[in-house]
């Protein structure tokens, strides 16, 4: 008599892992498809691309015969930002590939858990946003500057742009530049790099800060070595909470959530237009 056999079922396992998960990433390290190289070239890139971009603006002023091109050509870089994103993604794209993914997989979407990360990532924004940023620039400004709120940061409060170029900012760049920014610096470099230094979070997490929060550091560029170090310093506690809060959930939208709030604020506050 034929016996008609249950399937069998995967035990949990054999199950494949998120792409991004770290059993995966170590998996596909073993494999020689991920090296330190990928992410700190990545994140080297983008502050390279700003300055890059920034500078062909101001060529474009000093071309114009402006009595000051960079102050003109640097108050651009919501516009020339979006160039590079392009090449963020562009390089991304390069390494997932070689890894046998797909550069989406580095958001790590999941239907049933999206709008719990919404109301996540809200929730995040309106605790964080005020208490990590605002003590971020106060401690900056206490180290360089011996005060609370130095006059010589009153440079970075606004930038007036044309009418076309400010509605830009307010509807486009930050949407683009919020979602690229997470993917460079949480979704690829720091899963990467914790698991290439042999899993000392403490040293991938630290390496991401210095990279993330300078980056800052050249929007705008400002020949000013007391303002640069300003810019960077202030956002060390806030990319250093956004990693610990990636490590712990793995996924993006949340994130992207919480810095499509903090941009979008930050560029109706700072941007004006000119009449």
Request: glycine fraction near 8%; charged fraction near 15%; include cysteine.
């Amino acid at each position: 008599m034929i016996t008609e056999q249950a399937p069998v079922l995967p035990s949990p396992a054999v199950v494949s892992a998120p792409v991004n998960a770290r059993e995966a990433i170590q998996g596909r390290a073993s494999a020689g498809r991920i090296t330190w190289t990928g992410p700190l070239g990545v994140m080297a890139a983008r502050s390279i691309l700003i300055v890059l971009a920034q500078a062909l603006v101001t060529l474009f002023f000093f071309w114009k015969g402006s009595p000051d091109p960079l102050k003109d050509g640097t108050v651009w870089w919501t516009v020339t930002g979006t160039l590079v994103d392009a090449g963020c993604l562009a390089l991304m794209f390069r390494f997932t590939r070689r890894e046998g993914i797909r550069l989406m997989d580095l958001i790590g979407i999941q239907k049933d858990k999206l709008r719990r990360d919404i109301l996540m990532g809200i929730g995040i924004l309106l605790v964080m946003f005020p208490i990590v940023m605002i003590g971020g620039g106060m401690l900056s400004g206490l180290i360089l500057y011996g005060k609370l709120q130095p006059a010589q940061t009153a440079v970075l409060m606004t930038r007036p742009l044309p009418l076309w170029a400010a509605l830009y900012s307010r509807t486009i760049w930050w949407l683009i530049w919020s979602v690229t920014e997470e993917m460079t610096y949480n979704g690829y470099a720091l899963p990467r790099l914790q698991v290439v230094l042999g899993g000392r979070t403490w040293l991938a997490v630290a390496i991401v800060a210095f990279f993330w929060a300078f980056q800052h550091a050249f929007l705008p560029l400002i020949l000013d070595l007391k303002l640069f170090l300003y810019l960077g310093i202030q956002m060390l506690p806030l990319v250093i909470v956004q990693q610990v809060i990636y490590l712990r959930f793995r996924r993006l939208p949340p994130l992207i959530v919480i810095h499509w709030g903090m941009d979008f604020f930050s560029v109706m506050y700072i941007i004006s237009i000119i009449r």
